[in-house]
């Protein structure tokens, strides 16, 4: 079954915790996004990357990073510094050229204790 | 002049009937327009796009007008039925940027049976 897998599904944070979302494709994709979203806001990007051992920041990267050490895999870690964590994330990956469709995963939602 | 603006923020209709969900966009470098469809809990899904050469595309019951003056597109769900309750995107791109894509904040559809 090719697919995006993210993992955990629900994910809880303590203050001034750091925490990892984990997002994992087979479809052999070169695009990889991360995007947040809250009610009302739709999805925000925060990070993308287009090809393994580089990423650049989306709208909103403040309090988040990413790696890019695989092409299968595209790991988010919230840190301590971002101040209000609490949503569903979204992992997405495309085949990296105009025009091409984003497959998303199924979601993170995180909150914070 | 990134922002792609969508409207109504929530829409409900009755089964049978037609839903029609509106967005707007500034940046005349955009040139593909997908809809997004997401279920609740779950990652969004490509649902059908559109590229500014053709004014309208249609697939089953879903229809993208395309106003490429008014920068202006948007959907149609005809015979809109329960099944098709979501919340929906649109999204615009440029080819000669990134593959980034731009969302819109989504419109929660609810039919009625």
């Known amino acids: 079954d090719g697919g995006i897998t993210q993992s955990p599904k629900y994910l809880f944070r303590k203050e001034g915790q750091n925490v990892t979302l984990s997002c994992e494709q087979n479809?052999?994709?070169?695009?990889m996004y991360w995007y947040r979203q809250d009610p009302g806001q739709g999805l925000r990007l925060i990070y993308y990357?287009?090809?393994?051992?580089?990423?650049q920041k989306g709208d909103i990267a403040e309090g988040y990073s990413v790696s890019r050490e695989k092409k299968e895999s595209f790991p988010l870690t919230v840190t301590s510094a971002q101040k209000n964590p609490t949503a569903f994330y979204l992992c997405a990956s495309s085949r990296g050229q105009a025009m091409e469709t984003q497959y998303f995963g199924p979601g993170t939602r995180l909150l914070v204790l | 002049q990134q922002q792609v603006k969508q409207s109504p923020q929530s829409l409900i209709v009755q089964k049978g009937g037609i839903s029609i969900i509106n967005c707007a966009y500034e940046?005349?470098?955009?040139?593909?327009f997908p809809w997004y469809q997401q279920f609740p809990g779950k990652g969004p899904a490509l649902l059908i796009a559109?590229?500014?050469?053709?004014s309208e595309k249609k697939e089953g019951r879903f229809t993208i007008s395309f106003n490429k003056s008014a920068k202006q597109f948007s959907l149609h769900i005809m015979d809109s039925q329960p099944g098709d309750s979501a919340t929906y995107f649109c999204a615009a791109s440029s080819q000669g940027g990134s593959e980034k894509l731009v969302f819109g904040k989504g419109t929660k559809l609810t039919v009625n049976p």
């Open positions: 559109i590229r500014p050469d053709v």
């Open positions: 990357s287009q090809i393994v051992n580089d990423f």
């Open positions: 479809l052999n994709h070169d695009a």
């Open positions: 940046n005349t470098a955009f040139d593909y």
